[in-house]
């Protein structure tokens, strides 16, 4: 096995679970195995009081680091060594470890050590003062700094003793999967992947529907929608995207509506096609990346209207987060660079330059009724284009 690697993962959230608990296991596990399966078919899960180990070719390490950084439900990770239960063995492990982070330019590094065998001679504060000794002993570089280390050597003496450093910080979540599906309603701008990835962050299953105006808007828009959501996609275990020509809707919201109204009709009438989809692939909510009052058609009256005509729920999960913030989620989840190429969506097309901002239901239905659009919905939602 010299040429093997184990990664040790800690899962996030699940000790909270209940009676559910086996079955957030069950799907994490999986969720693992179809992330690993494209990189290897040599690769071994194994899920143990409350760890899961992975054991791959050392020579597919990145890969599998990459997977690991995109997976939702684990609260940390690293790789690790594995030894027998027996002092010498540990602390030898232990110098292993110090060696390497000394490589990395490391000076300074505390160790953690638990315990869930009891049965092991020496308690964990005792093993924590002999690990440091010997690590310190053998590396004249390094030293222990108890408050503010620059790594941490970590020791668990489970059905074996596990050493490792470098632990990385997991994305934390429930396993995508656990919590029914959601129909994401994707744009090409920066809020809607943030939206999608925290409903995922949650076990949702993510599918998602972009709306376009072909020929008004170019093709690099819809590719850029396609992009985006391949990267969301990344963290949700894979996403649909139904991707809807909605020219026709739209010019006739533009023709035949106050210009004051048209995009708050045109968010209706997305939510209402985004509904129809969203029952026949069975979805059970509608997400989006409104944030309150962002923009005219985020104001809390003009949010009423857009979702007045729905049974759905529709859940913002952005609704209280300020931009900046949005934008720090989008630079970590890797969205962010492609959301702000300069390509049309179809909401910028005929937005009007004074909006209504405080729209009533009743008016906004009114008019939307008059619009008489569901058989042009139904149209467009017939020859959609669906990408894996
Ligand atoms: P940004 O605000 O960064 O431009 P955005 O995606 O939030 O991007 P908004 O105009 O704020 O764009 O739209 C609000 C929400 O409406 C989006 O988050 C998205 O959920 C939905 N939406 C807007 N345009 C589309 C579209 N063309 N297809 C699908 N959903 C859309
Ligand atoms: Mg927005």
Redo the contacts with the bound molecule.
Sequence with gaps: MNNFSTWLLKPAELTLKGDNKKSFEGTLKSNIQRLLAKIDSHIKIRFTSGRYYIQAPQEKSELIEDALSRLIGISGWAKTLICEKIKEDVLAACVEEGKKIARQGIKTFKIDARRTDKSFPLSSYELCCEAGNAVTNAICDLKVDIHNPQDIIRIEIREKAFVYSGEHKGLGGLPVGTAGKGL??????????V?GFLMACRGMSID?????AYPYTSQEAKQK?IQIAGITGSYCMGIHLYI?N?TKVQMRIKERSPQAWTTVLL?MA?MEA?EKAANKIKCKCL?????LS??A??TIENLSCTQSRIKLPVIRP?IGFD?QS?IKEAQRIGTYDI?IQPFD????LFSPQHPVLHGNPQEANKLYEALDLEELINEALGEYEMVK
Aim: with cysteine.
């Design positions: 994401l309603l994707l744009s090409g701008g920066i809020d809607s992947p939206a998602a529907i972009h709306f376009h929608a809807i909605f968010r997305m985004a997400i989006t990346g409104e944030s962002q923009v058609s985020q952005l931009k949005i959301s969506d179809c909401c910028m």
